[in-house]
Nanobody, 122 residues
Framework: QVQLAESGGGLVQAGGSLTLSCAASGRTFSSYFMGWFRQAPGKEREFVAAISWGGGNTYYADSVKGRFTISRDNAKKTVYLRMNILKPEDTAVYYC???????????????WGQGTQVTVSS
């Protein structure tokens, strides 16, 4: 019932920054708990960050704490992921996801975007 579209991926040097955006359409955006995941070739999809309905609570994987920031703008129906001090190991396809409830594993999310590639060079 909701469509998600990621943007903002690209090629960046280690130590640089990127901001990903996920634009939603369909049901009221504020109805969804939102998350970001990433997947590198040959690896399972990995939780990155999540944010509650009103943006008051955020959650991060240990690997990105202090470097990444998730935020949302319900009026714009958009969730963001600001990525700082990027490392080569951050290279992956990044996916936006929506859930009806608090969720931090991929199986708990109901809707997914197509993904956007982030490549960090050394």
């Amino acid at each position: 019932q909701v469509q998600l579209a990621e943007s903002g991926g690209g090629l960046v040097q280690a130590g640089g920054s990127l901001t990903l955006s996920c634009a939603a359409s369909g049901r009221t955006f504020s109805s969804y708990f939102m998350g970001w995941f990433r997947q590198a070739p040959g690896k399972e999809r990995e939780f990155v960050a999540a944010i509650s309905w009103g943006g008051g609570n955020t959650y991060y994987a240990d690997s990105v704490k202090g470097r990444f920031t998730i935020s949302r703008d319900n009026a714009k129906k958009t969730v963001y992921l600001r990525m700082n001090i990027l490392k080569p190991e951050d290279t992956a396809v990044y996916y936006c996801a929506a859930s009806y409830k608090v969720a931090r594993t991929s199986g708990e999310y109901d809707y997914w975007g197509q993904g956007t590639q982030v490549t960090v060079s050394s």
